[in-house]
């Protein structure tokens, strides 16, 4: 069974930085993309940014140059830096895994597995 558990949220003020990290566990994947999507209260979830096993990246089109996506496959764990937050990116921060690697990594629909979530908050 696949597990993905997400790690690091928590409350910052505007300006500030957090990392998130997404440690997964059960089968090996002999390729992958995983990515990270986040939710807002009353909003559509929303793509973040994304990795191929091959180590591609693609970022959504708010978050280049804020975010950054990075891995660590002797830790099965991807991470998510994220700097100069704004009140706008609070929201439930999701990892999500699937074992095709040509899977469009943009749309949600297309993971089988997720974490639960972690909650960011930035105030302003």
């Known amino acids: 069974q696949v597990q993905l558990v997400e790690s690091g949220g928590g409350l910052v003020q505007a300006g500030g930085s957090l990392r998130l990290s997404c440690a997964f566990s059960?089968?090996?994947?002999?390729?992958?993309?995983m990515a990270w999507f986040r939710q807002a209260p009353g909003k559509e979830r929303e793509f973040v940014v994304g990795?191929?096993?091959?180590?591609?990246?693609y970022y959504g089109d708010s978050m280049k140059g804020r975010f950054a996506i990075s891995r660590d496959n002797a830790k099965n764990t991807i991470y998510l830096q994220m700097n100069s937050l704004k009140p706008e990116d609070t929201a439930i921060y999701y990892c999500?895994?699937?074992?095709?690697?040509?899977?469009?990594?943009?749309?949600?629909?297309?993971?089988?597995?997720w974490g639960q979530g972690t909650q960011v908050t930035v105030s302003s």
């Open positions: 999500a895994l699937d074992g095709r690697y040509g899977a469009n990594l943009y749309q949600k629909n297309e993971y089988e597995f």
């Open positions: 059960g089968r090996p994947f002999s390729s992958y993309v």
């Open positions: 990795i191929r096993s091959a180590g591609m990246t």
